[in-house]
């Protein structure tokens, strides 16, 4: 029994850790990632033109930021499942979803950003938060539930 408490308690507190660091992420945006969207976002976006943009820093910085948030995310869903396979398919996941979006996301940014803010705001939304996370957690869930039976 104790064994079994310390094990729950060990997962509990990586666990925590990760989330911690998403968190982390999250409160250090400015400081830590290149993004002249966060400030722009935060106010009436859609009377303003788009802000001045340094292209590849952008990109740099994006997957800087998806790259965190999804070791962050692999670490929870690891910790949650403790399968590597799911963990490796998870993986898959988020580097193809990672190519979708960016493509989309300066497609969009280029082409035509000044129409498409709304676009725009939310595919850099999937970029720079863990919504994959949100949904891959009670999806794996679910099929192992099913599995199961």
């Not at 859609?46 to 070791?71: C, M, Q, S």
Request: hydrophobic residues 55%.
């Amino acid at each position: 029994m104790p064994e079994r408490l310390f094990k729950h308690k060990v997962k509990i507190l990586f666990a925590s850790m990760f989330i911690c660091a998403l968190v982390f992420v999250r409160a250090f945006e400015n400081v830590l990632f290149y993004d002249p969207f966060l400030h722009y976002f935060k106010m009436d976006f859609v009377k303003w033109p788009l802000p001045e943009i340094d292209h590849l820093k952008l990109l740099a910085g994006l997957f800087y930021r998806y790259t965190l948030n999804t070791f962050f995310s692999l670490g929870i869903i690891y910790i949650a499942f403790k399968d590597l396979e799911l963990t490796k398919f998870s993986a898959i996941l988020y580097a193809l979803f990672f190519g979708i979006l960016i493509a989309l996301f300066f497609a969009v940014l280029i082409f035509s950003g000044e129409e498409n803010k709304m676009m725009l705001f939310y595919i850099r939304r999937f970029l720079i938060q863990p919504i994959f996370l949100l949904l891959f957690l009670p999806a794996f869930y679910y099929q192992k539930t099913v599995s199961k039976k």
